[in-house]
């Protein structure tokens, strides 16, 4: 019985030890992603519900790595926190995003708003509000074209920090929008204190929906309450035609999901949005 035992505890470790080699190993290449140019960012459409005309895009980062190929998001963005690599990987795409929504403002798309995933080390990093202004201003884009999405979370860590930073953030004219709505706990009185333009609802409450009735009125209340606050409201994670359907009865303003696109290469963003609007 011992021998067995050593023998599985021999086994359990070599799996640590290959899990964390695996690790060490993507964390040596996330050093290096950035100088080799390995991130690219998509853009996916932000839909007007009544007009379905593109109104925005949220920049969504991508790590093509030169031997595993794509990586996705929810592997590397929690690693770039625990290392803080996110510091560097979220200021480049920042100013991307800057650099490609001033692009299409100088085009023929001049309203696109271009929303930006912002981490919580970022978010708490002294200086934030001068980097957002860097940003701006390297790329000349008027600030109101410029949105920061937050997670709930995020915003409730500390809310008296988070209420003094998101003010800074507003005097610079930037958007604001609250992100994966519902997934935290968020008390409505703190809520109403943070200078918000946006809240978007998780689609973990759209998976269900129209089949689910209880999901469906859930929704309905959560719009209800953004609307009392009067915040614009973005429905993520929109998949169908009968989802679409019900949302139309609501006061929902965005849509934002694979019913009408995934995230885009720029160049096919931009494509999406010339056909979408032309009509
Ligand atoms: P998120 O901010 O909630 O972004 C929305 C995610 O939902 C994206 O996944 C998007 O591709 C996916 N999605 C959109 N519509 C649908 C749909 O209809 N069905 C389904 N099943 N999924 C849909 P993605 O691009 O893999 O990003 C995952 C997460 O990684 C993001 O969630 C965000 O938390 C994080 N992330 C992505 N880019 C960045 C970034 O530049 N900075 C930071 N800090 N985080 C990022
Ligand atoms: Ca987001
Ligand atoms: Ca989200
Ligand atoms: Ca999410």
């Given at each position: 019985?011992?021998?067995?035992?050593?023998?599985?505890?021999c086994?359990?470790?070599?799996?640590?030890?290959?899990?964390?080699?695996e690790?060490?190993?993507?964390?040596?290449?996330?050093?290096?992603?950035?100088?080799?140019?390995?991130?690219?960012?998509?853009?996916?459409?932000?839909?007007?519900?009544?007009?379905?005309?593109?109104?925005?895009a949220?920049?969504?980062?991508?790590w093509?790595h030169?031997?595993?190929?794509?990586i996705?998001?929810?592997?590397?963005?929690?690693?770039?926190?625990?290392?803080?690599?996110?510091?560097k990987?979220?200021?480049?795409?920042?100013?991307?995003?800057?650099?490609?929504?001033?692009?299409?403002h100088r085009?023929?798309?001049s309203?696109?708003?271009?929303s930006?995933?912002?981490?919580?080390?970022?978010?708490?990093?002294?200086?934030?509000?001068?980097?957002?202004?860097?940003?701006?201003?390297?790329?000349?884009?008027?600030?109101?074209?410029?949105?920061?999405?937050?997670?709930?979370?995020l915003?409730?860590?500390?809310?008296?920090?988070?209420?003094?930073?998101?003010?800074?953030?507003?005097?610079?004219?930037?958007g604001l929008?609250?992100?994966d709505?519902?997934?935290?706990?968020?008390?409505?009185?703190?809520?109403?204190?943070?200078?918000l333009?946006?809240?978007?609802?998780?689609?973990?409450?759209?998976?269900g929906?129209?089949?689910?009735?209880?999901e469906?009125?859930?929704?309905?209340?959560?719009?209800?309450?953004?609307?009392?606050?009067?915040?614009?409201?973005?429905?993520?994670?929109?998949?169908?035609?009968?989802?679409?359907?019900?949302?139309?009865l609501?006061?929902?303003?965005l849509?934002?999901?694979?019913?009408?696109?995934?995230?885009l290469?720029?160049?096919?963003?931009e494509?999406?949005?010339?056909?979408?609007?032309?009509?």
């Open positions: 019985a011992k021998q067995q035992g050593g023998a599985e505890i086994f359990y470790s070599k799996n640590i030890n290959s899990n964390l080699q690790r060490l190993e993507l964390e040596t290449d996330l050093h290096n992603a950035l100088n080799n140019n390995e991130f690219q960012l998509y853009y996916q459409p932000k839909v007007d519900l009544l007009s379905k005309r593109v109104v925005g949220e920049a969504l980062l991508r093509i030169p031997q595993k190929g794509f996705s998001p929810e592997q590397f963005i929690p690693l770039a926190e625990e290392t803080g690599l996110i510091l990987i979220g200021d480049w795409v920042l100013n991307d995003a800057c650099h490609q929504a001033a692009l299409w085009s023929d798309m309203d696109i708003k271009v930006v995933n912002v981490s919580g080390q970022q978010f708490k990093e002294s200086g934030y509000i001068e980097h957002v202004n860097r940003a701006l201003k390297r790329s000349d884009l008027p600030p109101s074209l410029l949105m920061l999405e937050m997670t709930e979370s915003a409730m860590d500390n809310v008296e920090t988070s209420i003094e930073l998101l003010n800074g953030l507003k005097q610079q004219g930037v929008s609250i992100d709505f519902g997934t935290g706990y968020s008390s409505l009185s703190y809520l109403k204190r943070f200078p333009d946006e809240l978007k609802v998780d689609r973990s409450f759209i998976t929906i129209p089949e689910n009735e209880e469906a009125q859930i929704v309905q209340a959560i719009i209800a309450m953004a609307k009392a606050l009067r915040l614009s409201v973005v429905i993520e994670g929109v998949e169908t035609e009968a989802q679409l359907n019900l949302l139309q609501t006061q929902s303003d849509i934002q999901g694979y019913y009408f696109s995934k995230p290469k720029a160049d096919q963003f494509a999406y949005a010339r056909t979408m609007n032309d009509e």
